[in-house]
C-alpha cells in the first residue's frame, strides 16, 4: 500500500511539474475601455487587453493571470521580475524605459483634447494656457509635462476618462484628454455628449508592450511571439472591432 501511494505521489509531483508557468500580466483598471473592460468584483473581463494577451498565452500554451494593478506600480512589478509584461505602454512615457525589454510596435493612436462642443478649437499649446486639463492618475503625457510643471496649464487627474468626461461636461474641467480608441467607443456606448475632439498636434505615438528582464529566455520568447501576433494582422483585426471599421481601412 505504500509503495503504491508513493507512487501516486511521484506521479502527481511530475504531472505538476509539466503544468506551463503562469503568464503574469498587468492590466490595470485605469485602462479605459475597450484596451480593458472589468466586471464588478474588479476582474479583468473583455477588451482589447484580454484578447491580445489571451491569443499570446493561447499559442503559448501557457495560462494568463491578470494582475490589476495602479499604473504607478507597473515597472517596479516588473523590474522586480513579479510580472511578465504590461502592455499600451511606450518608452517615453515609462521612466526606466532602459532597464525593460519592449516589443515592437503593436499600432499607433492618435492623442486627442476633448472639449465641450461650444468651445474653440486647440490647434495649438497655446491654446491651453490658464486652462485645467482632465487626466488620468499616473500617467505620463510628455507634449504637456512642461507646461503643466511651470503652472500655465493645470493638469487634473481622475481615475478613469468616464469620470473627466463629466467633469468637462459640468464645467469643472476644460479640456480632457485621452486617446481616440477610448474617446470612439465611448461615443458608441455613451450616445452625443455634445463634445468635440481635437487631434493633439504631435505625431501620433507607437504603442508597445513592456516585458521584464527578470527571465530574459522568456522575455525573447514573448517578444517573438508578439511580433507573430502584429505580422499575422490578429492585433489589427482586433483593433478595428473595436473602432467599427473593417480591417483594411
Not at 491580445?52 to 522586480?80: K, S
Not at 525593460?100 to 492618435?110: E, K, M, N, S
Not at 530574459?216 to 483585426?237: N, T, Y
Request: proline share 5%.
Amino acid at each position: 500500500m505504500r509503495v503504491v501511494t508513493l507512487m501516486l505521489m511521484l506521479c502527481s509531483a511530475a504531472v505538476l511539474a509539466q503544468e506551463p508557468k503562469p503568464l503574469r500580466a498587468i492590466v490595470s483598471d485605469s485602462n479605459t475601455a475597450p484596451y480593458a473592460i472589468f466586471a464588478a468584483d474588479a476582474s479583468l473581463q473583455a477588451g482589447l487587453s484580454k484578447d491580445i494577451i489571451d491569443e499570446l498565452g493561447r499559442q503559448l500554451g501557457r495560462p494568463v493571470h491578470y494582475l490589476n494593478l495602479p499604473r504607478t506600480r507597473v515597472e517596479p512589478w516588473l523590474l522586480e521580475g513579479k510580472a511578465e509584461l504590461g502592455c499600451f505602454l511606450n518608452p517615453d512615457w515609462v521612466t526606466a524605459a532602459e532597464q525593460l525589454l519592449w516589443t515592437d510596435a503593436l499600432f499607433t493612436t492618435q492623442q486627442l483634447l476633448i472639449r465641450r462642443h461650444d468651445s474653440a478649437p486647440l490647434t495649438g499649446i497655446q491654446y491651453l494656457a490658464g486652462k485645467r486639463v482632465g487626466t488620468t492618475w499616473g500617467f505620463t503625457y510628455p507634449e504637456l509635462e512642461q507646461v503643466f510643471r511651470s503652472g500655465d496649464v493645470i493638469r487634473d487627474d481622475a481615475h478613469s476618462l468616464e469620470s473627466n468626461l463629466q467633469r468637462l461636461l459640468q464645467g469643472r474641467l476644460d479640456v480632457v484628454m485621452t486617446v481616440d480608441l477610448s474617446y470612439h467607443f465611448y461615443q458608441k456606448t455613451a450616445g452625443d455628449l455634445q463634445l468635440a475632439a481635437d487631434p493633439l498636434w504631435s505625431e501620433p505615438p507607437a504603442v508597445y508592450c513592456a516585458l521584464s528582464r527578470y527571465d530574459m529566455d522568456a522575455a525573447a520568447e514573448l517578444k517573438q511571439q508578439f511580433r507573430q501576433l502584429v505580422q499575422s494582422g490578429f492585433i489589427a483585426r482586433q483593433l478595428a472591432f473595436y473602432m467599427g471599421r473593417s480591417a483594411r481601412d
